[in-house]
């Protein structure tokens, strides 16, 4: 079964720094999506940022970076000059074809604390 | 008009109650999911509707029941439920279910059974 791991249950960053947040899959899968949600306090799920498997490219989202090591099997998030609102929950969520529907599989979530 | 709604906000049942989750959006999107949250927990996957047929059961016990009345509206029954049942339950909805498309949430339904 394919798995999406964060190992840091909980991080802090200073306001303006810079943040990265690690998370791991386990797929045999080719064709794949990857991305990051965030959850703040409104309960909302909110997209972050998402990359296609197959591309070599960095995907990239104003402060929002990530780096993914497809061999590796590491998607890891970056935010730069980070602000008091990127405070939330975040999720790393892995995304297959399961009978022709698509499903998305999140990992455990990382609280993010931005200190002022 | 971006976004998933979700009614009512919170919600206090008892184990023999009958009682409805609603969800609507009008982004056009054809395919529609209700995911379940426990507190500190990542939401766990229940049910995926596509072009308003149910395409994935995540063995969900039958006291859960989805409802797709057409491509705008999601409904989840719940019939005599467990305290166990009690937790954050998020509806979501994406274009057309294909795997590179973002879902849309909704702020979700706060479920606590008495």
């Known amino acids: 079964a394919q798995t999406v791991t964060q190992s840091q249950p909980e991080m802090s960053v200073q306001e303006a720094e810079t943040v990265t947040l690690s998370c791991t899959y386990d797929t045999s899968e080719s064709d794949y999506y990857l991305f990051w949600y965030k959850q703040p306090p409104s309960r909302q799920m909110i997209l972050v940022i998402r990359q296609e498997a197959y591309k070599q490219q960095n995907a990239t989202e104003n402060r929002f970076s990530v780096n993914f090591q497809k061999a590796a099997k590491s998607f890891s998030l970056k935010i730069s000059d980070s602000q008091l609102g990127d405070a939330a929950m975040y999720f790393c969520?892995?995304?297959?074809?399961?009978?022709?529907?698509?499903?998305?599989?999140f990992g455990k979530g990382m609280k993010l604390t931005v200190n002022p | 008009d971006t976004e998933v709604t979700q009614t009512p906000k919170h919600l206090v049942m008892g184990m023999t109650n009958k009682k409805s989750l609603k969800c609507e959006q009008h982004?056009?999107?054809?395919?529609m999911y209700w995911y379940k949250q426990k507190a500190k927990k990542p939401p766990e996957l229940m049910f995926v509707y596509s072009y308003e047929k149910l395409s994935i059961n995540e063995s969900v016990p039958s006291r859960f029941s989805p409802e797709c009345p057409n491509s705008s509206l999601l409904n989840l029954h719940l019939h005599a439920l467990q305290p166990e049942d009690s937790a954050l339950y998020l509806c979501?909805?994406?274009?057309?279910?294909?795997?590179?498309?973002?879902?849309?949430f909704g702020s979700g339904t706060q479920l606590s059974v008495l």
């Open positions: 969520a892995y995304k297959q074809n399961q009978g022709g529907s698509e499903k998305l599989v």
């Open positions: 979501a909805s994406s274009q057309s279910g294909a795997l590179n498309e973002k879902l849309f």
């Open positions: 982004m056009g999107h054809r395919a």
